[in-house]
């Protein structure tokens, strides 16, 4: 909002805002202004929680007994909907704005709204006689690209780094583009990445303060900083028409989500690129969440069928243009909208089967076969027919997500008998990854994971020791009593078990 009633104010448009983002003493100021014989604003900008509050509702009608209420424009309308991708409870209650002022006109405005979101936004506002105006969905200068996590030659950080070091300006200065991270983790990491590659990055999320969040977005907005690193917090009114790249380092929850994201570069109508880092994992992860998630059923399947669509656009070998366009409702052949240059697909389809044969053989790679089949697999075992390069990739991965993981699980006590911790394990074992939200959970269930792969390992062992009459240490290590005869003696040393030699020292 605040970018917006400056742009206004910069055209000698007489706009202002009410929002807890601003000091008390200003939004006094527009509430008495409010109460004035002639108000000095054209246009005022408020939230939805805000205007259905008890406390602004009066001023509404006080309003609208002057006449000077005049219309009310909902924007970002598709929060409206439950079934959309960002919604948000306060404009689900806007409904009252045409039951309460039936001769006020109301307008919707959206972008990514589908359909059946649109249906809904209509009934939501009580407008069922509403003009629909639509414009296509095509972003005709948007170049998409999708890229398989599992078939990186590098860390996928490292990759995008690569990347935004080739954006160069005429005169060497960086171009303006934004990278979209899950985590709040990642996006530290990535920013931090990019200024130690002398990029100048800044993070954005919502672990920050308000003040270094609104710091980080003015200089992204002046240009004095070229890249942001941002969760999907960022980009709400941001009005910066040279950004040249939109970045996903993880999938979008939605491809409502992902257009609107991607849609922030190239508003000057030049050429940019939308990339997006495809990985079985962030599926997993989502799938995790809605899993755990006690809401609707029936909004959780829809939330379920929002990924699948994000997934379908990521392995599909169609064009990326056509598939946007269908999800909202819009008939298109990749002959006319995209030729060869509007997406990966389209511009080398060999090379995009290629990298998805790759990623889809990492995922369906046999375990070797043995009697007792482990209920968890390991990297090795997972990629033992893949390419080495691959099995390299999925450990470096592990590592980092180790390491990203220690501090979490410090205080973890270890019992397998932890409900939680059951049934994270049982999420892991249906797909499940890691999170912000369930992070100690999904750690604590790969160390139970891990202890009862041991435990298995462990249990033949342990019979052998039994008959030879030795027991484990703590350790591990075995140890045969003094009186053990020579024959069972040979026989420990044959199927590799520790025991004294004649030196005292401990042996193989």
């Keep these: 909002m605040h970018n917006q009633v400056a742009a206004l104010r910069a055209a000698s448009i007489p706009a202002t805002m009410l929002s807890s983002a601003e000091p008390p003493s200003h939004n006094r100021q527009v509430l008495s202004a409010l109460h ?31 006449r000077k209420l005049a219309l009310v424009a909902v924007d970002e309308a598709h929060c409206i909907s439950e079934w959309g991708h960002d919604f948000r409870k306060a404009y689900a209650n806007l409904g009252f704005l045409k039951t309460s002022f039936p001769r006020i006109p109301v307008v919707a405005l959206t972008a990514t709204a589908t359909p059946s979101v649109q249906k809904h936004i209509v009934k939501s506002l009580s407008i069922p006689n509403a003009k629909h105006v639509r414009t296509s969905f095509l972003r005709s200068n948007v170049r998409y690209q999708v890229r398989y996590v599992d078939t990186l030659q590098t860390a996928v950080e490292l990759d995008i780094i690569s990347y935004v070091l080739r954006r160069r300006n005429p005169d060497s200065s960086f171009e303006t583009g934004i990278v979209y991270a899950f985590k709040r983790t990642t996006v530290d990491i990535v920013a931090d990445l990019l200024n130690t590659n002398g990029v100048p ?20 907005e002046s240009g004095e900083c070229p890249v942001v690193v941002a969760s999907t917090a960022f980009g709400m009114g941001i009005d910066v028409s040279n950004i040249r790249y939109v970045i996903h380092h993880s999938i979008p929850k939605s491809l409502e989500a992902f257009y609107q994201e991607s849609g922030r570069a190239g508003r000057d109508g030049k050429p940019c690129d939308s990339i997006l880092y495809y990985a079985q994992r962030d599926i997993e992860l989502y799938r995790f969440l809605n899993s755990q998630d006690k809401a609707d059923q029936q909004l959780i399947e829809s939330r379920t069928n929002k990924l699948q669509s994000v997934r379908d656009y990521c392995t599909k070998l169609r064009c990326r243009r056509v598939v946007l366009l269908e999800y909202f409702g819009e008939k298109a052949s990749a002959k006319s909208v995209c030729g060869r240059h509007g997406c990966d697909v389209c511009y080398d389809i060999n090379d995009v089967r290629d990298r998805m044969a790759i990623h889809i053989r990492s995922h369906t790679t046999k375990r070797p076969s043995s009697r007792r089949r482990p ?8 990629f033992q027919s893949a390419r080495s390069m691959l099995k ?14 220690d501090d979490a699980i410090d205080e973890f ?8 911790v059951k049934q994270a394990v049982k999420s892991i074992q249906l797909g499940g990854s890691d999170d912000d939200i369930d992070f100690v959970a ?40 003094s009186s053990l005869p020579k024959r069972r003696k040979s026989l420990q040393s044959k199927i590799g078990f520790g025991h004294s030699s004649s030196n005292g020292k401990k042996t193989r």
């Design 201 to 220: 990055a800044l993070s954005y999320h919502a672990g920050l303060s308000s003040k270094a969040r609104k710091a980080a977005q003015q200089k992204f």
């Design 413 to 420: 006590s270890g019992d397998e008998n932890d409900p939680e």
């Design 442 to 481: 999904l750690a604590k269930a790969e160390k139970a994971q891990e202890r009862q792969r041991l435990n298995r390992l462990k249990r033949p062992r342990d019979r052998i020791l039994n008959k030879l009459g030795m027991k484990s240490d703590a350790g591990g290590s075995a140890s045969a009593p």
């Design 36 to 66: 004035a014989a002639r108000i000095p604003y054209a246009l005022l900008y408020i939230t939805p929680e805000k205007l259905t509050s008890s406390s602004f509702v009066p001023v509404l009608r006080r309003l609208d007994a002057k």
């Design 392 to 405: 390299q990739q999925r450990e470096r991965e592990l590592a980092e997500k180790k390491q990203k993981s």
């Design 375 to 382: 209920t968890v697999s390991t990297p090795a075992a997972d």
